[in-house]
């Protein structure tokens, strides 16, 4: 069974400061990993994916998450963090033959000016 | 023009009454889905439609019915609303079924008094 897990709910970052939003997963076989952004009273926006290839994926807004099968993580990153960053930010996997994308439990990330 | 778009943004009605979300997409996508979040956040699906036949249908109570009309429109109706109804629904599209590249509705926030 697919699972994903974001540990923290809550990440409080400075304005130009890096930031970081932490996923782990759990899949059958390889997973094909997703990261959402959703802004208030707004739908969820797709930032990026990773199903094959280089570990480090580069998606939108400045955003990069890199994949690390041993620690089975997929973490997101951003080099300096923008106010407008603020939003609530999910990770998602899909494991091979699965039919539908399982979501995790979102972090709110605030960007402190 | 709004890719994904569902109707209506707010609904407030009473316990047992019977209610519809609409929603509909202009992006051509061949599949099409409804999502439930919770007050924390949880996002989980509940229905995929691809080419109007059902491919996902997880563990919903029987009051929940979609249709899908054409590959363009998939709506939720819920008979018989209880409080633990009270949500955000979120219509979403993709592509084709194993796309993970969601698109997603702004959401309907239903209320049950």
């Known amino acids: 069974a697919q699972s994903v897990a974001q540990p923290e709910d809550q990440v409080n970052v400075a304005e130009g400061n890096p930031l970081t939003v932490k996923c782990t997963y759990s899949v059958s076989g390889n997973p094909y990993l997703f990261w959402y952004v959703q802004y208030p009273n707004r739908g969820l926006q797709f930032l990026l994916k990773y199903i094959t290839g280089d570990n480090l994926v580069k998606g939108s807004y400045g955003f990069e998450a890199e994949f690390n099968k041993s620690q089975t993580s997929f973490h997101l990153k951003k080099p300096s963090a923008l106010v407008s960053d603020s939003a609530l930010y999910f990770c998602a996997v899909r494991e091979t033959g699965a039919n539908n994308l399982f979501f995790g439990t979102g972090t709110r990330l605030t960007v402190i000016p | 023009d709004t890719a994904v778009s569902q109707t209506p943004k707010y609904l407030v009605t009473q316990m047992g009454n019977d209610k519809s979300i609409k929603c509909e997409q202009n992006?051509?996508?061949?599949?099409m889905y409804w999502y439930k979040q919770d007050s924390k956040k949880f996002l989980k699906i509940m229905f995929s439609?691809?080419?109007?036949?059902?491919?996902i249908n997880e563990t919903v109570p029987n009051r929940f019915s979609p249709k899908s009309p054409d590959k363009a429109h998939l709506n939720l109706h819920i008979n018989s609303l209880e409080l633990g109804d009270s949500a955000v629904y979120f219509c979403a599209s993709s592509l084709r079924q194993y796309n993970e590249k969601l698109f997603f509705g702004s959401g309907t926030q239903l209320s049950v008094l």
């Open positions: 992006l051509g996508h061949d599949t």
């Open positions: 439609y691809n080419n109007k036949e059902l491919i």
